[in-house]
């Protein structure tokens, strides 16, 4: 027979801090979203596994917690702290009274209180060793075997670190008053968080003058910071995920909300998007230049009722430069076809008008008739000079009319267009209805419409990739269709690598969503005040996503 220690917490944020404190029945106390009969129930909460961590108290006022598989368990001395400052735990530490602990990544999860352990009857020592087995193998990656302590087999969590053990009388010290004990207890966890700090890098931030855009992200994948990847969940669930999930059927809008579940190729290259993206002084000088019409954009898209994340699409089509015309004869802020400016003309309410386009060597102008551009663009348009794949509308006398340079007019076009993919059934149900819309501005949505369909338009590609895969594959499209590290401009003819997407559109939606996610930080640091970007500033606090960037003033990138 055994004294039976119980666990009592206090939780310290979200739906259940309104509650008294928690006593919860050891020496095993699992706790997550969902662990099992008499576990510790998370309700409410987001980035949480099912069993996220396990805490297990014993004899002589000992206990520790320890994460379940990779789950991210942080620990620090008081809940006043920079949870950005400090690292997941790799395996498990010791508790001592008043410390904090916050489950799950960084602005999301759940943070709560250790109070104390305290005696409440007696036990058999053979249901402490039956209550662990099941946590024995959910903490074995942390090292180690079992040990002994009081005479009993205890789980690998107390050999796994290297700690000081913390022993107390037969009265629990919380009880007797123990201040020296509590002391040491207490500068021991602050000196672990403070060495934790010391050894975490800096957040990250511009260091060279770098592009204002990157195709592709150049950071791999295995070399991703860790604190970032963690980080960055918030913002990218609100601005793709939860987007994704309200447009949606309520049960694939479920799954696409759990980070378990998340597209991780896509996430992942969202990371070294920013990554790569974070370290050039050039991209925040051109944000701090186009903070009108980026906010101009955002308030368009919000009276919409169209995910904010769409207005980085111009930024990676021209930089926001009205004037900018491709080798295709794209132009304007959203880069638009002229054949696909002609049939937005024709929606409701909109007026988007391209008409007597001038063309080198020609006496006569050119105006577009049909509503998608010819297939073999490069071999078959008009305005192509060919053998050189270069666009002949003439860049000093343009088109007489061409509101692709207006910014308002475009943008609404624009938004007409990103409706078709988000209002498309299949789309909607796939789960990834933001990707995809993005990924079909660059690839287009379905120009089967009009008579030129094409196997790389999103529609028939989702359509093509979806059959036969089970129902929650489907939200992972995009990661899937990610197979080359880069594109290049080669006239549109570079392998798929056994993609249904062609190289420049594998690379396409992930920069967009990374440089909206910089864009965010930026302008709510620095622009807070604007009501456009007020709404930004919670991602500037400590909890948000935006504390793992060094984000540059204005005089920063002005240097």
């Avoid at 019409?293 to 769409?310: I, K, M, N, Q, W």
Wanted: charged share 20%; net charge negative.
């Amino acid at each position: 027979m055994q004294e039976r220690w119980d666990v009592v917490l206090n939780v310290l944020d979200g739906p259940m801090s309104a509650m008294d404190a928690f006593t919860l029945r050891g020496p095993v106390v699992r706790i997550g979203a969902n662990p099992g009969p008499g576990g510790f129930k998370l309700n409410g909460y987001r980035g949480l596994d099912a069993r996220h961590a396990v805490i297990t108290a014993y004899d002589k006022a000992t206990a520790s917690i320890a994460p379940v598989g990779t789950a991210q368990v942080r620990m620090a001395p008081h809940p006043n702290v920079r949870w950005q400052d400090i690292d997941p735990m790799s395996g498990p530490n010791y508790l001592s009274q008043g410390c904090a602990i916050h489950l799950g990544p960084i602005g999301r999860g759940a943070t709560f209180e250790f109070v104390r352990i305290q005696k409440l009857g007696v036990w058999q020592q053979g249901q402490l060793l039956s209550a662990h087995e099941d946590e024995v193998d959910d903490v074995a990656a942390a090292g180690g075997g079992a040990v002994e302590m009081a005479g009993a087999p205890v789980p690998a969590s107390f050999q796994a670190r290297k700690v000081t053990r913390i022993n107390a009388s037969s009265v629990p010290l919380w009880f007797g008053g123990g201040a020296m004990i509590i002391a040491v207890s207490a500068v021991t966890c602050l000196g672990a968080a403070v060495l934790i700090k010391a050894i975490t890098p800096e957040p990250l931030g511009p260091v060279i003058e770098g592009e204002d855009m990157y195709e592709f992200a150049t950071v791999a994948v295995e070399d991703l910071d860790p604190n970032l990847k963690g980080g960055l969940r918030s913002g990218f669930h609100d601005f793709v995920m939860k987007p994704n999930a309200d447009v949606a059927p309520a049960s694939v809008g479920r799954q696409v909300t759990d980070p378990d579940n998340w597209d991780e190729r896509f996430y992942e290259k969202v990371v070294a998007s920013v990554q790569t993206h974070i370290q050039a002084r050039s991209v925040f000088r051109r944000f701090d230049e186009i903070r009108a019409p980026y906010a101009t954009v955002v308030d368009e898209l919000r009276a919409a009722e169209l995910p904010e994340v769409f207005a980085a699409i111009p930024y990676q089509e021209s930089r926001y430069e009205a004037n900018v015309q491709s080798p295709a004869c794209a132009k304007g802020f959203w880069q638009f076809m002229p054949e696909v400016a002609h049939r937005l003309n024709r929606e409701p309410d909109i007026e988007f008008i391209v008409r007597d386009c001038h063309l080198m060597g020609r006496d006569v102008t050119w105006s577009p008739t049909a509503d998608a551009p010819p297939r073999g663009l490069y071999q078959n348009a008009v305005y192509i000079r060919r053998p050189e794949h270069t666009c002949l509308i003439d860049t000093s006398r343009g088109c007489d009319i061409d509101h692709r340079v207006d910014l308002t007019r475009s943008t609404r076009a624009a938004m007409a267009s990103l409706r078709e993919p988000m209002e498309d059934p299949t789309i909607r149900q796939s789960g990834a209805a933001v990707q995809i819309s993005i990924l079909s501005h660059n690839s287009g949505y379905d120009d089967a419409r009009f008579g030129r369909g094409k196997p790389t338009n999103l529609l028939p590609a989702l359509q093509r990739w979806s059959t036969g895969k089970a129902d929650e594959e489907i939200p992972n499209f995009y990661g899937h269709m990610i197979t080359t590290d880069r594109w290049v401009h080669d006239g549109g003819r570079g392998a798929r690598l056994g993609s249904l997407l062609m190289p420049e559109t594998q690379h396409y939606a992930y920069s967009i969503v990374a440089q909206h996610l910089l864009a965010v930080c930026y302008y709510a640091q620095n622009y807070g005040d604007d009501p456009t970007f007020a709404a930004w500033r919670k991602y500037t606090r400590e909890d948000g996503y935006c504390r793992e960037l060094n984000i540059p003033t204005p005089q920063d990138v002005g240097r």
